[in-house]
Nanobody, 114 residues
Framework: VQLVESGGGLVQPGGSLRLSCAAS????????MSWYRQGPGKERELVAA????????NYADSVKGRFTISRDNVKNSVYLQMNSLKPEDTAVYYC????????WGQGTQVTVSS
């Protein structure tokens, strides 16, 4: 099982980033997918989740209306479109695949700063 995140970086407040997670080594379409994040000095938290079909999503209150999770079961990938970024969105973002157990990627750093 391999989950590889990409798309992180440094962005100014109000800017946008799109994170991608490429999955391999398992049947992607059977797994629910989610994005977690851990900011400096903070607990790890669930940011967004999407079910295996892509028909159901949910979001942390702190990102609702700003972030959108999506997936492509042909490309075995999940995405997180992040708009109107705030300094408090600064964190390492992790891609997670869940079925009977969870698999985690290595994370990608997102820094929101002027």
């Amino acid at each position: 099982v391999q989950l590889v995140e990409s798309g992180g970086g440094l962005v100014q407040p109000g800017g946008s980033l799109r994170l991608s997670c490429a999955a391999s080594g398992f049947t992607f379409s059977r797994y629910d997918m989610s994005w977690y994040r851990q900011g400096p000095g903070k607990e790890r938290e669930l940011v967004a989740a999407i079910d295996k079909s892509g028909g159901s999503t949910n979001y942390a209150d702190s990102v609702k209306g700003r972030f959108t999770i999506s997936r492509d079961n042909v490309k075995n990938s999940v995405y997180l479109q992040m708009n109107s970024l705030k300094p408090e969105d600064t964190a390492v973002y992790y891609c997670v695949a869940s079925l009977y157990k969870s698999y985690w990627g290595q994370g990608t750093q997102v820094t929101v700063s002027s």
